[in-house]
């Protein structure tokens, strides 16, 4: 084989190698799509540059090597303008500016080669140097080279400044050793000492491929300190074999049995004993020098449990908790967040991230994740820390919206340790960057990860501790409350019996003046029949008036406990039956049936009146409330045992087949000016169906039995005004003993 043939096959090789690097940035990676594509375009580009060269050299294409040379360096100068774009597009800035520069200056480089401006063959000379034509297009595209490639670097470096990610930082390290290769490469070719296949930048062309599709490069501090470490422990090994090996020669070489393998081997021997505490020596000098943490974990978990286990209170278990991983970690800053989730009826689950902070601190603003957002995706699926450099960069926090990535840029914290307990998310600790501006290394990462699985336990008892409080507050807040609810309703219903008190009192001598004038002109037979007819309804209104007024007046008297009973033994059979004769005309309108069926009764003591009017208001209540054709009866039997009643008693039942009682109103429809149904609907007869009333009569009626020492309740199913479940009302009284019965003041009050 010629030489001719090898060389080119050996360029068709190098050329070759790569199609592997464009075959990996064609699958482009997510989130450096248009730099995978740049990128991809310099590798052509370059392939091509080789191939060209590898034909030149097999003799297959016939051109000069000031040409040959010529043509690299264009080509130089199309490669450092796809490589600065490159850099531009990976550190997120805007490329179109050196684009068009870009296209500019290859313009004028193709206007030099092909002599548009059409100059001379020497275009400048000084006597001494001349400056042809032919070189101006090299030269042009070699000044591009230099801008470009320069360009390239300072806006790495620059980006390295402004950014304060460490691993943001290192991957942007990675870019020095490309831009130094590329510049070993080119300074060869324009200085036409070429380096045949231009290896130097296939090996740059293979980093800038490793730097844009690899997310998480290895710690550059960390490989020159592994090697650097590795170095000197072997440099310190060799020496002290290379001194022990000659000082033992020049001891002991002229003993008769001296051995130089066994002496080699004794000191091989003895470097074995002192190399593992000597690359432990070596290896803290290179941490002091390179300025890295010392960090125990084993120490700091268990300090770390002891100090937060026993913490209840919220704010103090934040300032232990990121207070000590500040101190142990040399970290910058820290924050404590509690979460809650919220649901509010929908299907999309949120959470509410606060900030756990002292009072006079600046405030963190509270903000709502949903479970949709990527990072909540990320926190609850991984249960991972979260880097910002993650969230930044990688693809799969695209969809974060930019108010939240906002709010977390604010924190300026490097990681986030999300806080689980009983597989629920429950907190959020967010650490700053090192204050060695050292990344965060793997080790740290599961140390960190440790802590906030400690802080999830103390996290929720003080969490428990702390929605106590906050309960308890409430619950105080709600008893002050219903005090003072009570006494605005204890003030409204004094002001009500003070009404009702000044009313009964002021309109009864007027209605009584009424009654009489109206009764004596209804006497006078000399009236026309039209005017008498009005003067019965007149009569009739005043009366019923005069009824509502005896009854606010009763109740007045009740409430301030001067109720007079006139005590008297009564025969409660006899009273209930006149009562119900007294109603018999109600009964015949409403074709209504009532039965009595009382057996004979032992005498009680109490005012017959009063009593009456009891039976009365009961009767006249179930009249009301029961429809046309319905039944109302009466019953009685005698109490002997009971607590309520030593000395025994009757029991009196009023039972009526009407629309009943509401289970929740037993108790309130004994109150004062109470109304069932609409309050708005009046009536001008006091026994027509669920008509309305003056809403006095039950709370008279209990008044009343209170005040005899008995009690009175309702028991019905409940309110239909289809199925007309009825109600039965009781009346329980005592036989009574004169000592307590008697007396001008009476101990009972309507609710």
Not at 398 to 416: G, I, K, T
Not at 460 to 487: C, F, G, H, I, P
Request: glycine share 6%.
């Amino acid at each position: 084989m010629s030489p001719q043939n090898l060389s080119l096959i050996l360029f068709i090789l190098l050329a070759a190698l790569y199609l592997p690097m464009i075959g990996t940035l064609l699958r482009r990676r997510e989130g450096q799509e248009t730099a995978t594509t740049l990128l991809t375009a310099y590798m052509v580009v370059a392939l091509l540059l080789t191939a060209l060269e590898g034909v030149r050299y097999g003799g297959r294409w016939q051109v000069n090597a000031q040409t040959a040379i010529d043509i690299q360096i264009y080509g130089a100068l199309a490669l450092s303008v796809l490589m600065t774009l490159t850099v531009i597009v990976f550190v997120r800035r805007e490329m179109w500016m050196w684009l068009g520069v870009g296209v500019f200056w290859g313009l004028i480089a193709a206007a030099f080669a092909v002599n548009v401006f059409r100059l001379g063959d020497v275009v400048w000379t000084n006597g001494t140097r001349e400056l042809t034509r032919a070189w101006l297009a090299p030269a042009w595209s070699a000044l591009g080279w230099v801008v470009f490639t320069m360009g390239a670097f300072v806006i790495v470096r620059s980006a390295y400044t402004q950014s304060r990610q460490p691993l943001l930082r290192n991957r942007l390290n990675y870019w020095t050793p490309v831009f130094l290769l590329i510049a070993i490469s080119d300074i060869f070719l324009i200085a036409g000492r070429q380096l045949p296949g231009n290896p130097v930048r296939l090996l740059a062309a293979s980093l800038a491929t490793y730097v844009v599709m690899t997310h998480d490069l290895p710690d550059l501090r960390e490989v020159a300190r592994r090697v650097l470490t590795y170095i000197i422990t072997s440099l310190v090994i060799v020496g002290f074999y290379l001194l022990g090996t000659t000082a033992s020669q020049r001891m002991f070489i002229a003993l008769p049995n001296f051995n130089p393998v066994l002496v080699g081997a004794g000191i091989a021997m003895l470097l074995s004993f002192i190399f593992t505490p000597l690359l432990s020596v070596v290896r803290r000098l290179v941490n002091r020098w390179f300025r890295l943490d010392e960090f125990h974990a084993s120490r700091t978990l268990h300090a770390y449990s002891e100090q937060i286990s026993n913490i209840l209170d919220m704010q103090k278990l934040a300032n232990v908790a990121v207070g000590l991983i500040i101190e142990r970690m040399n970290i910058s800053r820290g924050f404590l967040f509690l979460v809650d989730k919220e649901n509010n009826g929908e299907a999309l689950k949120s959470y509410n991230v606060r900030a756990v902070r002292n009072i006079g601190e600046r405030q963190i603003k509270m903000i709502l994740l949903t479970e949709e957002n990527a990072i909540v995706k990320s926190f609850l699926h991984d249960q991972k820390p979260l880097l910002q450099y993650d969230l930044d960069r990688l693809p799969a926090y695209r969809s974060v919206p930019e108010s939240d990535r906002e709010w977390f840029n604010r924190l300026e914290s490097e990681v986030y340790l999300p806080i689980f307990s009983k597989r629920e998310w429950i907190g959020l600790l967010a650490l700053g960057a090192k204050i060695s501006g050292n990344r965060y290394t793997a080790d740290d990462l599961m140390t960190l990860s440790a802590l906030a699985n400690q802080t999830a336990v103390a996290l929720e008892n003080a969490r428990l501790v702390d929605n106590m409080v906050v309960v308890n507050t409430e619950l105080r807040q709600a008893y002050r409350s219903l005090d003072k609810a009570n006494r605005d309703l204890e003030r409204l219903d004094q002001t009500k019996s003070d009404f009702i008190s000044i009313a009964s009192h002021e309109l009864r001598t007027p209605l009584t003046t009424m009654i009489g004038y109206t009764e004596m002109l209804v006497e006078d037979t000399s009236l026309p029949e039209n005017a008498l007819i009005m003067l019965k309804g007149i009569s009739k209104g005043t009366k019923r008036l005069h009824e509502i007024m005896d009854s606010m007046f009763d109740i007045a008297q009740i409430d301030s406990r001067t109720l007079q009973l006139h005590i008297i033994p009564v025969d409660t059979s006899i009273l209930v039956k006149e009562v119900g004769g007294s109603l018999e005309k109600s009964f015949k309108e409403r074709k209504q049936y009532l039965t009595i069926d009382i057996a004979p009764l032992p005498m009680v003591k109490a005012d017959p009146n009063l009593l009456k009017k009891l039976f009365h208001h009961l009767l006249t209540n179930a009249i009301k409330f029961t429809p046309n054709e319905g039944k109302i009866t009466v019953k009685a039997k005698t109490v002997i045992h009971n607590t309520d009643l030593p000395n025994g008693g009757i029991q009196i039942t009023v039972s009526d087949t009407g629309v009943g009682v509401d289970p929740d109103a037993r108790e309130i429809i004994f109150s004062k000016f109470y109304q069932p149904g609409d309050l708005t609907k009046h009536s001008t007869s006091k026994t027509r169906f669920k008509g309305s009333g003056s809403g006095l009569g039950l709370a008279l009626s209990k008044g009343i039995v209170e005040a005899h020492g008995g009690h009175i309740w309702v028991e019905s199913t409940g309110y239909d005004e289809t199925t007309f479940p009825g109600s039965q009302f009781h009346v329980m009284l005592p036989l009574g003993k004169e000592e307590t019965m008697s007396g001008t003041e009476v101990k009972a009050q309507i609710g």
